[in-house]
């Protein structure tokens, strides 16, 4: 049976730099495929770095939720 060896990346984007983790992302795909990676995995929005600072919506909701006892904490001001 063939097998894949999976490279799982876990290491910090540029964030809110779309151009420097493009840059990143090559790096980190050239290394695992230099490893023998034939697929390579970062996580959800690490290229485009989504933070909920950035984004009001979110961040009161979480603060909401936080309120109520569920959620996450996201950080930042309470009030």
Not at 23 to 28: K, P, R, T, V
Not at 32 to 38: D, E, L, N
Not at 68 to 74: Q, T, Y
Request: aromatic share 8%.
């Amino acid at each position: 049976m063939p097998t894949t060896t999976v490279a799982i990346i876990q290491q910090p984007s540029a964030v809110l730099d779309l151009a420097a983790s493009l840059s990143l992302a090559s790096h980190y795909v050239t290394e695992a495929a230099r490893k023998g990676a034939s697929l390579v995995v970062f996580p959800e929005t690490w290229l485009t770095c989504n933070p909920a600072y950035t984004r009001p919506d979110v961040f009161h909701l979480s603060v909401d939720n936080r309120r109520r006892g569920c959620g996450v904490e996201f950080g930042g001001p309470t009030s």
